[in-house]
């Protein structure tokens, strides 16, 4: 099962929006549709693929790492070289090609912590686009290395002040603006939910990484055992799992947000939680982190990217056929894959990527030394610095927010009217 049965992923997945949105929804897939069949699109999108964004992205033997662990030979796709830092900019270039040929001209979307901002902003910035980005004003506050980012590529970001001001009031407003604004505006989604085509259309464009990964596995002639990933929304792991999904092997293990533990408003585990529920939120139908009465619950997670209450309707339906296996990671089993990785591999896990790192550590000694196991890096950790430094280096982490902030309070002015010669 790789493509929805009309929008429908087993029993989840659809469309369930307000009559104003159907038609954008249905012009988008026509026209996505239509795209994928296109040579010349094809062609643009490989192009740029490879000289923007940097494809294909290496596959790592992590030689020492398997050594250590003593079992299985560990390989890292990684994801995280990928220009912006993470696998999000293969579906934002994805998506805001697409509009251009619908002859869109601005691109709205929503973003949590802001990694999805960022890639749209970039691929807005190298297509010619006008780009404004949903945040809630919470994450706004929360997240502001991202806004800069957003605004240096040019994107207008939008404080949504509406609800708890995060996430899923960013989506709202976004669906609000291209509700009124269909003609000229394409909404670039950026995970594998929401209503169809989005499900569809995202594992489209991220299943670049599946493909380079079954070439590069297929020239090492790797006897493949499993494929782990971690999983917010699903879109790193569902491109990773495509070209697989229709073979019996290898095992496919998605990593959710364990978080600090199994209670409610502990983590983000929607398949494999005390609180996991179908329901329909935001457009489609799957599982979520629900209250009996249907309510998003909170979620927690260290890596922002993972913390959602929902997941990608094929996700739900490949979990519930046993073709994906689910399983989760805490956050402090994350943060110990970090170092793990940093220190055997000089590569720099995402707190998100971790989870699946954590997911490796403890499968491979259980594995013969003639199998492989790959994990995908979805991104690199640069970005987490205020996450594992306060946590690693509590002190000195501290000190040095101190003396920046008596750096700006004492003599920033002066320092700035230097370099602009004033
Ligand atoms: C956003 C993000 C994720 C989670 O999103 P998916 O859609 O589940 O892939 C994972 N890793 C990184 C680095 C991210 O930025």
């Not at 509700?179 to 594998?192: F, M, Q, V, W």
């Not at 004492?410 to 230097?418: G, P, Q, S, T, V």
């Amino acid at each position: 099962m790789t493509n929805s049965d009309k929008g429908f992923f087993d029993i989840y997945g659809g469309k369930y929006v307000a009559e104003v949105l159907r038609r954008p929804l249905d012009e988008l897939e026509e026209e996505f549709n239509k795209a994928i069949t296109d040579k010349s699109f094809l062609e643009e999108l490989s192009l740029i693929q490879r000289d923007y964004i940097g494809r294909e992205t290496p596959l790592l033997f992590a030689e020492r790492s398997t050594k250590i662990l003593g079992g299985a030979q560990i390989y890292i796709k990684l994801e995280g070289l990928a220009n912006t830092g993470a696998h999000k900019i293969n579906n934002a270039i994805g998506q805001c090609l697409l509009a251009k040929r619908m002859g869109k001209k601005r691109i709205i979307a929503e973003t949590g912590a802001g990694q999805h901002g960022v890639a749209t902003a970039a691929a807005c910035a190298k297509l010619g686009l006008e780009c404004t980005v949903y945040m809630g004003e919470v994450d706004v506050r929360r997240q502001q290395p991202n806004v800069s980012s957003m605004e240096m590529y040019g994107a207008k970001v939008h404080a949504v002040t509406s609800g708890s001001r995060t996430l899923k009031d960013a989506v709202n407003e976004a669906m609000r603006d291209w509700a009124s604004n269909p003609d000229d505006t394409h909404y670039c989604l950026g995970s594998a939910l929401g209503p169809a085509p989005f499900p569809d259309m995202v594992r489209y464009f991220q299943s670049v990484i599946g493909r380079e990964v079954k070439k590069q596995a297929e020239e090492r002639k790797l006897d493949l055992a499993a494929l782990i990933a971690c999983c917010g929304g699903g879109s790193n792991s569902i491109g990773f799992f495509t070209p697989f999904i229709d073979l019996p092997s290898p095992r496919l293990i998605a990593v959710e947000a364990g978080g600090i533990g199994p209670g409610i408003g502990e983590n983000a585990s929607r398949m494999t939680g005390n609180a996991s529920r179908e329901g329909i939120l935001q457009g489609y139908k799957s599982r979520f982190l629900l209250d009996e009465d249907g309510q998003a619950l909170p979620t927690r997670s260290i890596s922002a990217g993972l913390d959602y209450c929902g997941i990608g309707p094929q996700l739900a339906a490949l979990g519930k056929s046993g073709r994906i296996e689910f399983t989760s990671a805490l956050d402090k089993e994350a943060l110990d894959a970090v170092k793990f990785f940093a220190r055997n591999e000089g590569v720099l896990f995402a707190m998100e990527s971790a989870h699946a790192g954590a997911e490796a550590i403890k499968l491979a000694p259980k594995l013969p030394k003639d199998k492989a196991i790959i994990i995908n890096m979805s991104g690199r950790g640069d970005k987490d610095i205020f996450i594992t430094c306060p946590v690693f280096r509590p002190q000195e982490w501290k000190e040095f927010l101190i003396s920046e902030l008596e750096r700006l309070n004492e003599n920033l002015d002066i320092h700035n009217a230097k370099i602009m010669g004033e």
